[in-house]
């Protein structure tokens, strides 16, 4: 059974109930597995909206209308007429089904089917027992059906009610037929019945179960496709880790560690030095010491933003895009704080593409960051008007950056083409976070973005103006190198 239930489909995305066969039509014949993977995992609510159609349809049809002809030109039995009553009922609970399929609520609106089903079917056996293979095969379709649109518990459930429906079916046709209206119906009425309907309801069957096997094969490989992009992204991944630890081990070398043996020595000679001559000795000591620590607040800010410990993405991103070389403009919504790894993977990839932006853009290119967060997940999208590229020639940036979401079970989308410039859109199911228990200021979170102006070494930029979102345009010229 499915691990989880189908998530409701965005009004955006929606699609009126009157064009669904058409779209399932044009699915299935347009895709390359005929009724395969692509109406499972594309067109599931379609689908679903189109069974309890068909479901509704075939009721009111054999369970309505023909019953109603056989009572008036075959035979006046009141039977005939409690089947009418007990179908009509059932029609309007696949109408209220179909209304919770149209809301998104499927697991809801399945399980009330399958309810009304086993009802109906246990009397329509009790009345007309002399079909008992057309009522198990109607009662194993909504089953069969379900298994995408439940949770595996409740998909057990109905396995196991369905399976004591059947044995309750098989009692009712082996050892009652107080109705017979078997007997009082011609036998060319029942052959018209039967056979079109054992045929219909088999080849539905047999549809469900080779749409869910191939959607099932489509899934392992798409696993299997995916475990080999993670293992390929760890090991880039770990190259560029050890890549950076050399790096660092480099510039901590060549850069603070030469001004600690230089202020070694200084020391030294100070206190070797006479009396009149240490006082400049300590002086320029003081100032190689300096030098040493904002070098060292250099690489670590370079390992990870301080501005993103203590502020999160909301003071993070304004921050390093006004240290970006072109135009950027923010517009960020309902940021809050969120795993360290998520905000990192998203921080760096935000710094990767204004980079890029920057490089291969060209002149006169703008940027625009846009944010939204709700329950479920985090959107990121950086846009600009710069030259674009071949999406089919991506580089290391790009690289990175898709190794960074697939980390944490993210996805990037990249949207580009030459001279038509360059949307990437960071998307990953994320819980928000909640907010620190020492907020800056008076105790409400700041969003808003402030002209930051240059600082002595060691102090870091802070942000202030608190707002709601934010929406502002930030310049490369407002904020020093």
Known sequence: MASSPLRPTSAGGSVPYWRVPKVLFLAAVQSSSLLGHDLYHHLRAERFQLFLTGLLAMYS?????LPLWLYKFVLRSPWWLALVAVCAGHCVVLGVALHLARRGRYQQSITLVCISNWVTLLFVTFVVPDVLAVWVLLALVPVVFAEPYVRWQRGLTITAITAGCV???GALARFQN?????AHTPPAIQSAFFIPALTFLALHLLVIVWNNAAALRTSEAQLAERAAELAASRTRLTTAADAERRRLERDLHDGAQQHLVALAVLIQLARNAEHDR???LLMEASGLLQTAIAE???????????LLVSGGLAQAVPAVAGHAPV????????LGRYPPSIEAAFYYCCSEALQNAAKHGGPGTTVTITAHADDRTLTLTISDTGRGFDPATPGAGLTNMTDRLSAIGGQLVIDTAPERGTRI?????TPMQPASSEPPGNGEPRLGLTRPRRRAWGEEMRMSEPCGSMSTTVQPSEIPP
Not at 61 to 65: E, F, Q, R, T, Y
Not at 296 to 306: F, N, V
Not at 327 to 334: A, D, K, M, S, T
């Open 327 to 334: 135009p950027v403009r923010l517009n960020l919504q309902g």
């Open 167 to 169: 044995l309750a079916q």
């Open 425 to 429: 859109t960071a998307i990953v199911a």
């Open 178 to 182: 107080i109705s017979h209206l078997g």
């Open 296 to 306: 060292i607040r250099r690489l670590a800010h370079g390992i990870y933003p301080p």
């Open 278 to 280: 240490y006082q400049p």
């Open 61 to 65: 049809g054999c369970g309505v209308l």
